[in-house]
């Protein structure tokens, strides 16, 4: 599924090659310059499997694998075969009964050209790779919740495309293989001009991690084209991302160039995105190793089970990763620690996922592994536990949650998740996010999961605003603030954004003007302050509509206005 073959190095590619050949043959300016240049010196090795022939015979020549005595020995065979002539007098025979109808003539076979040949060429070749596969279920519960907060800060930064389960997969591969380097290895095969000639094997020095994409073309048939991300263990995740994401661009749009497609040393294939719960892909000659995805979901036979059961056993949904590697060069010990390397990557292990979020520019700490304690033996009494330390963290959000809202806009400081704000300090874990509690009426519902509570309490108070409040004296006070944060969409129309945007263009206005007019005066400026207009802008205008007459405005800086 993924290998070099011949001089190009193309692998699975390579029927994407014979049909561009075909096309620049027919009419050159049909390709891109990239292909063109790449055609100027290629010459196709072997037979064009994109137009296979049949070999011309000549009556005088014999057939191929045998002479003129062969010839005649199956001509006398067929005679003796061929059904005795009947007699000249002879009575008709009678007719066959009804139940010895002959079968029907079975259709005629239809040459495979183009891609199908050229999979037949990989999957013969194929053969000649001795290969073992490893297979590990890795629970996927971690790997679901970051995934969850990382999209959720590109949605609220408004940055362009998610980041997918592949993709964080597909990282820690590459992490996994950077700690295990004999995955990343290719066999060699003896020299056949030289009789001292020995088998060999090519360690690389860079990972090119092919990805296997699945193409479905107009005719319902389906192909598969494995272009390759260079370099792979040079780059952080964001890097990696984008590299991902720009491939499988191209590859969808038909923009996609030879370079992109040859050198894999190690490729990816995810039949897990069809349901495929684990697979042992082929390995062509010329890698070491393909590694493959399963579906994440929970285990079959928990398939049908309550949700709220599920949660209270702290049943994960799981995926299988699978390691089919050449066994003349890799040994099943190293693609078992290859393996558990990949657990332990999607279980949070060597700052993995802290890495990932840093590099996406995610400003809070992501969720760590914990184990589940959830005696259900100890019945209400747990229950009961977790629930006031339920009610505890809310209260905490309200009175800290502050301190660790987004306020820097430089990030100069790596996030820092403050004790009392970490549901761990209370005895909770990432178990615990869909299991239901009672949440006394937050953002005016009475029960919600832990995962529900938590969304709501960051958002409300660790986003890019932060709100202190709870040393208010007045419980109808921090009850109505609670009432207008909680809970509440902070999502503004258009109309919206264009009155923000003209009372910031206003206030800076009015700052040129007066750096302009009054040069060297001594004042105060609006530096750093011009967000606060729109704020104080609303704020009057809704004072006015509620019938305020007047309002005064002050600083507590000597009179700075």
Not at 118 to 147: D, G, K, Q, W
Not at 360 to 380: I, K, Q, S, T, W
């Amino acid at each position: 599924m993924s290998a070099p073959t011949g001089e190009t190095g193309l692998g699975p590619n390579a029927w994407l090659v014979d049909d561009m050949y075909e096309q620049f043959r027919q009419d050159p300016s049909s390709v891109s310059e990239s292909w063109r240049e790449f055609f100027l010196n290629y010459r196709p090795g072997g037979a064009n499997l994109a137009r296979p022939t049949t070999p011309e015979v000549r009556p005088d020549t014999p057939p191929p694998g045998g002479d003129h005595e062969a010839l005649e020995s199956t001509a006398g065979e067929a005679v003796r075969t061929a059904p005795p002539a009947a007699p000249p007098n002879a009575a008709p025979e009678r007719p066959a009964p009804a139940t010895d109808v002959p079968d029907e003539a079975e259709p005629a076979a239809r040459p495979l050209r183009g891609a199908a040949a050229r999979v037949v060429a990989n999957m013969t070749a194929s053969l000649s790779v001795p290969t073992a596969t490893s297979f590990r279920v890795v629970p996927a519960r971690l790997l679901e919740v970051n995934r969850t907060i990382l999209n959720n800060q590109l949605i609220r930064t408004g940055s362009a495309g998610k980041v997918s389960f592949t993709h964080i997969i597909g990282y820690a591969v590459v992490k996994a293989i950077k700690a295990v380097p004999a995955l990343n290895a290719s066999f060699v095969e003896p020299d056949p001009g030289d009789p001292k000639a020995t088998p060999g094997v090519r360690r690389h020095e860079h990972l090119n991690l092919g990805i296997a994409v699945d193409l479905e073309r107009p005719d319902g048939t389906r192909t598969l084209m494995v272009p390759v991300i260079r370099a792979a263990d040079t780059m952080d995740f964001r890097s990696f991302w984008s590299a991902y994401e720009d491939l499988i661009r191209r590859v969808r749009t038909n923009k996609i160039g030879a370079d992109d497609l040859a050198g894999a040393t190690v490729s990816l294939t995810n039949p897990g995105t069809i349901g495929t719960v684990q697979s042992v892909p082929r390995l062509m000659p010329g890698q070491g190793a393909i590694i493959g995805v399963g579906t994440i979901d929970y285990p079959a036979e928990w398939q049908a089970a309550d949700p709220r059961v599920l949660a209270d056993l702290g049943v994960s949904k799981v995926v299988t990763i699978t390691s089919t590697y050449d066994h003349r060069i890799i040994q099943g010990a190293e693609s078992g620690l290859f393996l558990q390397k990949v657990h332990r990557l999607l279980s949070g292990e060597d700052s993995f996922f802290q890495d990932i979020f840093k590099a996406m520019g995610v400003p809070y700490e992501p969720v760590a592994f914990h184990r589940d304690v959830n005696d259900l033996a100890e019945g209400d009494d747990l229950h009961l536990r977790k629930q006031m330390a339920v009610e505890q963290l809310i209260n905490l959000y309200r009175v800290r949650g502050h301190l660790i809202a987004h306020l820097d806009p430089l990030d100069w400081r790596d996030p820092h998740m403050h004790p009392e704000l970490d549901p761990a300090s209370h005895g909770l874990s990432v178990w615990d996010l869909q299991r239901e509690f009672l949440t006394n009426g937050l953002a005016g519902r009475e029960r919600m999961t832990l995962g529900e509570i938590l969304g709501v309490l960051r958002d409300a108070y660790c986003r890019t605003v932060g709100v202190e409040y709870m040393h208010i004296q007045e419980p109808d006070q921090k009850r109505w603030i609670q009432e207008q944060v909680e809970g509440v969409s902070t999502n503004l129309t258009t109309e919206e954004q264009r009155w923000i945007l003209d009372r910031l263009n206003a206030a800076e206005a009015l700052e040129q003007f007066l750096n302009t007019k009054f040069i060297g005066q001594k004042r105060f400026g609006l530096e750093g302050g011009e967000s606060a207009m729109p704020l104080i802008d609303a704020v009057i205008d809704q004072a006015a509509a509620d019938g305020l007459a007047q309002a005064v405005i002050g600083m507590a800086h000597r009179g700075r206005l």
